[in-house]
């Protein structure tokens, strides 16, 4: 991709993929291939050593030009605060479920609220999250709970969405 186009400007991009599948990397080359300023939704909180690292290391591979907005539970929010036509990459769906499940917050009616605001995209909207539901059935019933809604959430998500990608081992795979 590369200049916002008439054609290109209100278009949601979908990408999902497994841990470590390259969906963030490429999420990042897609949205920069628009004009600058990008926006950087983080949906990740660091409750511990390790993941204040990860975040560290996306913050530092972007680089200049990107604007970082941390919106672990106000996502919706965080994208109706944003300027029209500004290319935005969310990162990612997955922990932004997880942080609502975590508070114990109503799981069913944020996903409809944030489905419902990204099927109106007002730029080159990019949207990360990770596909759950490969592997084995887990052996509890939270994760059980969290793999349905990640799976029911990313069906409403690539529903609205004009693009899905599926990133298997740093391949971009068209999906629709």
Known sequence: MTGVTA??????????????????????????????????????QAYDDEMRERIALHRSRRGEGWVTVDAPLDLVGAIEALPDHQPVLIDCLTLWLTNHMLAEHDVEAESRRLSDVLSRPRGPWFVVSNEVGLGIVPDNALARRFRDAAGRLNQQVAAVADNVLMMVAGLPLKVK
């Open 7 to 44: 054609a290109s400007a209100g278009k949601l991009t979908f990408i999902l993929g497994g841990a470590r599948s390259g969906k963030s990397s490429h999420a990042e080359g897609l949205t920069t291939g628009f004009p600058s300023p990008w926006a950087y939704i983080a949906t990740a």
